[in-house]
């Protein structure tokens, strides 16, 4: 069975959470700074690349002609942007103890607006123009494969339970992650669909191209707003001045030493299913347990219970 038809009952819904970290310690991953900037490099970064991939599926919507993609593309716009919303609700966390972060963010959002219609500005015929709308969505798509990653190694580790960190932050984090497991197909989806059935060929290989700039980008990405938070915490200035491979290789020792973080090279390993022209995100999470594990966040069931009330 496709996977396509495995997902045909199941509608993402939109969840609007809220979360107050006003109570919430510097190092929120307790005892571990290079965790913690690590993992909150994410708030710098993901809020700038969710709304742009919120523009680029808005502007991709004319385009889908099946119903059922086209109220999954709705309901991935409306989890991305609330997502983001959260994230911009840490910033303020950030802010609060100290870290300069607007600078860089706004340096973020200048680089997303730049190529969010045409790369740097180049005026495009409409021919090309569609043509580069399918390429944002690849690269959404490509994105879409780490955070798939991400969400799963989340599910199965469960690296921040135990009372290892603060339980807000945990469940921002890990709703979230769940959310990426839960719509980890859309992006795909939308861009095989815009591709056309015919040309399977050429969407396989334009992709591959797009991962080629996607993975040291991202990577470089999160290194680059690590660094920025790193430099500005006395506890953890050492990490500041690790280099792009040292840190790199920090994630794997971290990893094997408190499961806290994602292994950078496992995170790359999983590329190898990418590579495959039978790919399909379907099979890299599982749906049933990123709804189990969004149902049991103590956001989503303050949100439940706020809706009874109502």
Not at 111 to 125: D, M, R, Y
Not at 161 to 178: C, G, I, V, Y
Not at 241 to 267: C, D, H, W
């Amino acid at each position: 069975m496709h996977p396509k038809q495995r997902l045909e009952n199941h509608y993402l819904e939109q969840r609007r959470v809220q979360f107050d970290f006003s109570l919430t310690p510097e190092h929120w991953i307790y005892d571990n700074p290079f965790a913690t900037h690590l993992i909150n490099a994410v708030h710098l970064i993901l809020p700038v690349g969710e709304l742009w991939m919120c523009r680029t599926f808005n502007q991709a919507l004319p385009y889908v002609t099946d119903e059922k993609l086209r109220a999954d593309v709705k309901g991935f716009i409306h989890q991305e942007a609330h997502h983001a919303a959260a994230h911009k609700v840490a910033q303020d966390y950030l802010r609060h103890y100290g870290y300069e972060i607007d600078e860089f963010i706004a340096s973020l959002d200048t680089i997303a607006k730049q190529i969010n219609t045409a790369p740097l500005g180049l005026g495009f015929s409409k021919n090309l123009e569609h043509r580069w709308l399918i390429i944002r969505v690849g690269i959404s798509a490509a994105v879409e494969h780490f955070t798939t990653m991400l969400g799963t190694w989340c599910l199965n580790d469960q690296p921040w339970q135990n009372k290892t960190a603060d339980e807000m932050m945990s469940d921002l984090m890990t709703w979230h992650l769940a959310e990426e497991v839960e719509h980890r197909s859309v992006a795909f989806d939308l861009y095989m669909h815009l591709c056309g059935e015919e040309n399977k060929v050429f969407a396989y290989l334009q992709r591959q191209i797009i991962m080629t700039a996607v993975a040291p980008g991202f990577t470089l990405a999160i290194y680059q707003c690590f660094k920025k938070l790193a430099q500005q915490d006395a506890q953890a200035k050492s990490f500041h001045r690790y280099g792009l491979l040292r840190s790199l290789a920090q994630t794997v020792i971290e990893n094997g030493r408190s499961k806290q973080v994602p292994s950078f090279f496992s995170m790359m390993l999983s590329l190898r299913h990418w590579l495959k022209p039978s790919y399909h995100p379907f099979y890299e999470g599982d749906t049933f347990k990123a709804l189990q594990v969004i149902d049991n966040s103590p956001a989503v069931k303050a949100l439940t219970q706020q809706l009874r009330v109502c």
